[in-house]
């Protein structure tokens, strides 16, 4: 079975552009979640999606906004980039919400620079 | 708000010695979850720990989740090149739970 599968793989951006990110998750898995990796830290949580709706979102500016379509799949959009946005972005898929006592499932990761 | 500390941040480990690393929450969680990430890589899914009180043991691995679920531990016996990496310690506390993740152990083995 293909696991969890994120585009691109690398980007470079400069700062104001806008950026998209997509994520095809397990198949059978209906919640999809995006956490964003600076070097040096722990990933840091920016949605989550359980059957198309948003079921969390944390402290992220409005910049950041994502969807889940109906095939499970989920973008993550980011509009006015800064320079602080350069960053591993991952994609962790489960069979449901990760507060069910499912494990999550993590992608590659999106590696974003903004320049 | 709610925020996981994970201690040490860094370990240097000679091969076939033992380590512990710690996590703490601010807040009682309803379980919590161990990652590893291999460097250049995405963290993979080790154990989850979800009763009071929990041991849960993988070969070389034992985890345990405290009384209060407020912290937990992962102790490495007998560390191997192979568990180079970062350990991370995610916390959840609600049904629809976000990961809450520590900064993570970065452990250095050296042969």
């Known amino acids: 079975d293909a696991g969890v599968t994120q585009s691109p793989t690398h980007l470079i951006k400069t700062r104001g552009q806008h950026v998209t990110l997509r994520c095809s998750p397990i198949?059978?898995?209906?919640?999809v979640s995006w956490y964003q990796q600076v070097l040096g830290q722990g990933p840091q949580f920016i949605f989550q999606?359980?059957?198309?709706?948003?079921?969390g979102r944390g402290n992220f500016p409005d910049r950041f906004s994502a969807r889940q379509f109906p095939n499970y799949s989920s973008e993550l959009n980011v509009n006015a980039l800064l320079l602080g946005d350069s960053a591993l972005y991952l994609c962790a898929s489960s069979r449901g919400p990760v507060g069910w006592n499912t494990e999550a499932f993590f992608g590659q990761g999106t590696r974003l620079t903004v320049v | 708000g709610q925020q996981v500390m994970q201690i040490p941040q860094y370990q240097h480990v000679q091969e076939g010695e033992d380590f512990t690393t710690y996590c703490n929450s601010s807040t009682t969680l309803s379980n919590i979850q161990w990652y590893k990430q291999r460097p250049g890589g995405h963290p993979v899914f080790l154990i989850q720990?979800?009763?009071?009180?929990e041991v849960k043991k993988q070969k070389r691995l034992t985890f345990q989740f405290g009384e209060a679920k407020k912290n937990s531990s992962l102790h490495i016996t007998a560390t191997q090149t192979t568990d180079v990496g970062t350990y991370f310690c995610?916390?959840?506390?609600?049904?629809?739970?976000?990961?809450?993740f520590g900064a993570g152990t970065q452990v250095v083995v050296t042969p």
């Open positions: 198949s059978g898995h209906k919640s």
């Open positions: 995610a916390g959840i506390t609600d049904s629809w739970g976000k990961l809450q």
């Open positions: 999606y359980y059957e198309k709706e948003e079921r």
């Open positions: 720990l979800v009763k009071s009180g």
